[in-house]
């Protein structure tokens, strides 16, 4: 599988992650703010914007399988990632099967299991699938739609208690209107050792719509430490 990416900057790698949907074109912004100091690269993730579909499962841990080999074909040995959404469950994911391989890891807007999102997001999401699902054996448009609604359903599945596995150091952000549940968002910086927890104003897609605040905040994640 060969991944279609963008890619601006030089310096240590910061790799990031798209959502549901989307593809690497949603980071313009914060590829142009970190592309002065940071080599950053967006993917698009399997199924999504200009990458192929494949024959393997389109599941979020499949889809932290492919950044693997992604980095393994791009010779990162190790890099900062941010993960927004579903990016940031493949993040998550990604961090606890491979931690040798994540320097610094920046979640915006991830969640563990359905039950972190808000019902008047879930409900409707749940809906379409079933809908999808059950006229995807007629249409592949339905089929590739049930497969997109799927990951949000059926994904990612995280037990909270593994997060205290993770020991590289971990920004969790959302937005205060996120579509995540705010107490989510809490307790998954609570059940990750020494995480560092940052609510701003803004909705889900506070990386995009504000995106100058969010990218400060992620910048004094990334050189906290540096000069020690």
């Given at each position: 599988?060969?991944?279609?990416?963008?890619?601006?900057?030089?310096?240590?790698?910061?790799?990031?992650?798209?959502?549901?949907?989307?593809?690497?074109?949603?980071?313009?912004?914060?590829?142009?703010?970190?592309?002065?100091?940071?080599?950053v690269?967006?993917?698009?993730?399997?199924?999504?914007?200009?990458?192929?579909?494949?024959?393997?499962?389109?599941?979020?841990?499949?889809f932290?399988?492919?950044?693997?080999?992604?980095?393994?074909?791009?010779?990162?040995?190790?890099?900062?990632?941010l993960?927004?959404?579903?990016?940031?469950?493949i993040?998550l994911?990604?961090?606890?099967?491979?931690?040798?391989?994540?320097?610094?890891?920046?979640l915006?807007?991830?969640?563990?299991?359905?039950?972190?999102?808000?019902?008047?997001?879930?409900?409707?999401?749940?809906?379409?699938?079933?809908?999808?699902?059950?006229?995807?054996?007629?249409?592949?448009?339905?089929?590739?739609s049930?497969?997109?609604?799927?990951?949000?359903?059926?994904?990612p599945?995280?037990e909270?208690?593994?997060?205290?596995e993770?020991?590289?150091?971990?920004?969790?952000?959302?937005?205060?209107?996120?579509?995540?549940?705010?107490?989510?968002?809490?307790?998954?910086?609570?059940?990750i050792?020494?995480?560092?927890?940052?609510?701003?104003p803004?909705?889900?897609?506070?990386?995009?719509?504000?995106?100058?605040?969010?990218?400060?905040?992620?910048?004094?994640?990334?050189?906290?430490?540096?000069?020690?």
């Open positions: 599988m060969h991944l279609y990416y963008r890619q601006e900057g030089t310096g240590e790698p910061l790799i990031l992650l798209h959502g549901n949907g989307e593809d690497g074109s949603y980071f313009a912004k914060v590829m142009e703010y970190f592309s002065v100091q940071y080599k690269t967006a993917v698009d993730t399997r199924g999504h914007g200009k990458s192929p579909r494949g024959d393997a499962p389109f599941t979020i841990r499949q932290a399988e492919d950044l693997k080999e992604f980095m393994d074909q791009q010779n990162i040995e190790r890099a900062n990632l993960g927004f959404s579903d990016g940031g469950n993040a994911i990604f961090a606890l099967r491979y931690p040798e391989r994540v320097k610094k890891l920046i915006n807007g991830a969640n563990l299991d359905s039950g972190g999102v808000r019902p008047l997001t879930q409900i409707p999401i749940e809906i379409g699938y079933r809908f999808a699902a059950a006229f995807g054996k007629f249409s592949r448009k339905a089929k590739a049930a497969e997109m609604l799927g990951l949000m359903v059926n994904d599945n995280i909270k208690d593994r997060l205290r993770l020991t590289m150091p971990v920004l969790v952000i959302a937005g205060k209107n996120d579509m995540i549940k705010q107490a989510h968002t809490e307790m998954i910086a609570r059940s050792p020494n995480a560092w927890l940052s609510i701003l803004g909705d889900h897609f506070i990386a995009y719509k504000e995106s100058k605040m969010f990218c400060k905040e992620v910048e004094g994640f990334l050189k906290e430490g540096e000069n020690l």
